[in-house]
């Protein structure tokens, strides 16, 4: 028994180089075809560029609202079946609770030869969130004070108030103008 394991792990050891050297080349054949194909759209489709970008303009003015002003706001929690749970007067729009001061990721080596992608804060100074249920919501109380709430819940932010009608769905409750608005020229 001892013999034939001595001799499996032998071949194991002789036949690895072989079988690891088919997958390189396979795979060195297909980045040769694909480069090759990307090479070919490049030339009849080349990549786009454009001078200006409605979604990247739309995005930072959003970035800006939700972040230069503390507006007034409405929100709902509600649970993962649909029912409301809590709203009310808020300011801002919610915060996902693993949003970080300080960077979350860090280097293992600090080496000359190894290289390490370290996270960038937003431009708001804050480290993104990258998978969270939890989530802070600024509830204006009666007195005026703003009460962070911590929930588990969804929850949906409106720039202005809503109201909840008999079949369910929520609608807008006064005409109103809302605090800010996205410039779409």
């Known amino acids: ?6 001799i499996l792990m032998v071949l194991a050891i002789v036949l690895m180089p072989i079988f690891a050297g088919a997958t390189s080349d396979s795979d060195s054949a297909d980045t040769i075809v694909v480069e090759k194909q990307q090479s070919i759209y490049q030339d009849v489709l080349p990549v786009p560029l454009y001078d200006y970008s409605i979604p990247r303009d739309v995005f930072i003015q959003i970035y800006d609202v939700v972040t230069t002003k503390a507006y007034m706001t409405y929100s709902i929690i509600t649970s993962m079946t649909g029912n409301v749970i809590y709203h009310g007067d808020s300011v801002g729009y919610a915060l996902p609770a693993d949003m970080q001061l300080t960077n979350p990721v860090k280097p293992l080596s600090y080496s000359y030869h190894e290289s390490s992608i370290i996270e960038q804060a937003e431009p708001n100074g804050l480290y993104s969130s990258k998978n969270t249920d939890g989530t802070w919501v600024l509830f204006v109380q009666e007195n005026g004070a703003v009460t962070p709430v911590y929930t588990e819940m969804k929850v949906t932010t409106f720039p202005y108030k809503v109201k909840q009608i008999e079949n369910g769905i ?14 779409l020229d």
């Open 1 to 6: 028994m001892k013999k034939f394991l001595t």
């Open 170 to 183: 929520w609608v807008r409750a006064d005409n109103k103008d809302v605090e800010f608005v996205i410039d």
